[in-house]
């Protein structure tokens, strides 16, 4: 049976950064049924729940404190892209909007809930890593 990458706020893992979760009965369903594997790229690069609000500005990613974060979102990025490979996972669906996990839209920098096309450093490199990616 094929794995499916999972964001784990998705699946009700509360890791997102204000400690709360997202949780999606499908996903939830796919986690509890053992076909789907959660990650949180933000907690794999050591990043710590709660923690500061973060987006994309530009190829960096800074918190609402302006703190430069980049380099621990790449980090978690590159731990979800080993884990994907080690579970010969082919698909991901990822929280929408999210500056890891976002594809497609993110918000814009201005930490105004404005979005513009783009993708989060994970659903980014998953993708050109050739893993399907879907939001939620």
Request: hydrophobic fraction near 35%; charged fraction near 25%; proline fraction near 4%.
């Amino acid at each position: 049976m094929e794995k499916i990458l999972v964001s784990a706020c998705l699946a009700g893992f509360p890791c997102r950064y204000d400690g709360s979760a997202k949780a999606d009965i499908e996903v939830v369903d796919l986690v509890r049924d053992g076909r789907a594997i959660p990650i949180c790229p933000e907690q794999l690069a050591g990043l710590p729940t709660p923690r500061a609000a973060a987006e994309i500005i530009g190829e960096k990613v800074f918190t609402n404190t302006g703190e430069d974060i980049t380099e621990s979102f790449r980090r978690g990025a590159e731990e979800t892209l080993k884990l994907a490979r080690q579970f010969g996972c082919r698909r991901a669906m990822l929280k929408s909007k999210s500056p890891s996990c976002g594809f497609g839209k993110v918000y814009d920098g201005s930490f105004s809930g404005k979005l513009i096309d783009g993708s989060g450093l994970t659903a980014k490199l998953l993708s050109e890593s050739g893993i399907e990616i879907e939001t939620i």
